[in-house]
């Protein structure tokens, strides 16, 4: 196959719809009983699509990858089978099933994150210039839609997510795949434009403190390499905080939480004690789930942090696994990695790790930095027996 048949075309044009869809949590919303929440964990549409196009995809494409792309997918691959592992473990241990949704989540998770890089192998820059029109796409979409979506009176907006802070995330996510993508390729100011706003206007809809930190992190990696105008971002930030500071400011309900920290700001709060209360679960790892079996400030709910979920949860061999999926995907131009430091950032609150679009994150951003180093051809390997050798 290639590039001079009309397939590629048509599978870009279905990997463009699935950004699109995946604001619209539009199943399984039932509230939750005595929450202000609905349930959670439910597939939705973009789900059922994207598995249709797993399918289609490794049905149809001969099995391709980069040579690059080869170890971290093989050390992704290893921290999902254990997980799988721990989870399965811990689940006959306690006779509790609940344990193994999570390892579901990782394996459609790593699914995604493999179709991409396929995809990536056969498609090369196209993929790339796809997926960053369709995430713009899909953020513009969600302002165009969002006054459908506004509840009044409510001072946090999650549109058509299930809560505000996946919307949030969602914008942190979008935000690294268009700053990395448009350092790689030219786009038009006003569309770039555009985009900012729009991103901007949903990120203050949805109040996500961890969100707005992980952009303003955003913002600093994506403006290292131009000094002037980080200094200029720098220096206005740093005066908007003195006038905060120093004036004495009427400050809205809505706006009391960017400036006074609440109870659920500390680490135990966010579950971080479960470590030192149980630190033996570091080793291997106590399991996904099943959390009413600790003491812990934040009672019988996950870890409200990525690598402490990964920490406790999976204990050393899955953070390692893990981290190293992670460095091997950005080995090929290190710079890269900057951009996967807002994430992280964002993780330091929340458990992120399961939202299925951090991982074509991860892919667009190992992509970028496969494409970057200009590998020596052959850079993809011809069949899926040759794409498991050794790199030379």
């Not at 106590?286 to 942090?305: K, M, N, P, Q």
């Not at 190992?366 to 052959?378: E, F, K, L, V």
């Amino acid at each position: 196959m290639t590039n001079a048949t009309p397939l590629p075309r048509y599978f870009l044009g279905l990997w463009a719809v699935y950004p699109l869809l995946v604001p619209f949590y539009l199943m399984g919303k039932t509230p939750v009983p005595g929450t202000a929440k609905v349930e959670g964990g439910v597939p939705q549409i973009a789900d059922y699509y994207l598995l249709g196009l797993m399918g289609l995809v490794f049905t149809t494409l001969p099995f391709r990858l980069s040579r690059a792309a080869v170890a971290p997918v093989a050390a992704l691959a290893g921290f999902v089978i254990y997980t799988a592992f721990v989870n399965l473990t811990w689940a006959t241990a306690l006779e509790d099933l609940s344990l193994l949704k999570s390892t579901l989540f990782y394996a459609y998770d790593g699914l995604l994150l493999l179709t991409c890089l396929v995809l990536y192998a056969h498609f090369q820059d196209a993929f790339l210039r796809v997926t960053i029109a369709a995430v713009a796409g899909s953020v513009v979409l969600q302002a165009v839609l969002s006054p459908l979506a506004i509840v009044p009176g409510i001072p946090r907006q999650a549109l058509f997510f299930n809560d505000e802070n996946q919307l949030g995330y969602f914008c942190l996510l979008a935000g690294t795949v268009f700053a990395l993508g448009t350092r790689r390729f030219a786009m038009p100011v006003r569309h770039q434009a555009i985009f900012y706003v729009a991103l901007a206007y949903l990120a203050l809809l949805s109040q996500s403190r961890g969100a707005l930190l992980g952009l303003a992190v955003l913002i600093v990696v994506a403006l290292l390499d131009r000094p002037v105008r980080l200094l200029c971002v720098v220096g206005g930030a740093c005066a908007v905080l003195a006038v905060l500071t120093l004036a004495p400011l009427s400050v809205s309900k809505s706006e009391e939480r960017y400036i006074v920290g609440s109870e659920y700001d500390t680490p135990a709060a966010r579950g971080y004690d479960r470590i030192v209360n149980y630190p033996e679960h570091v080793l291997l790892g106590a399991g996904e789930g099943a959390y009413a079996r600790f003491r812990s400030d934040l009672y019988a709910t996950e870890l409200h942090s990525t690598y402490g979920t990964l920490l406790f949860c999976y204990g050393i061999p899955g953070t390692t696994l893990f981290t190293l999926g992670l460095l091997l995907l950005c080995k090929r131009d290190p710079r890269v990695a900057l951009f996967l430091i807002p994430a992280l950032v964002h993780g330091l609150g929340h458990q992120g790790m399961r939202f299925a679009f951090v991982w074509a994150m991860l892919a667009f951003v190992g992509a970028c930095a496969i494409r970057s180093a200009a590998a020596t051809p052959p850079d993809v390997a011809p069949d899926a027996s040759a794409a498991w050798e050794p790199a030379p």
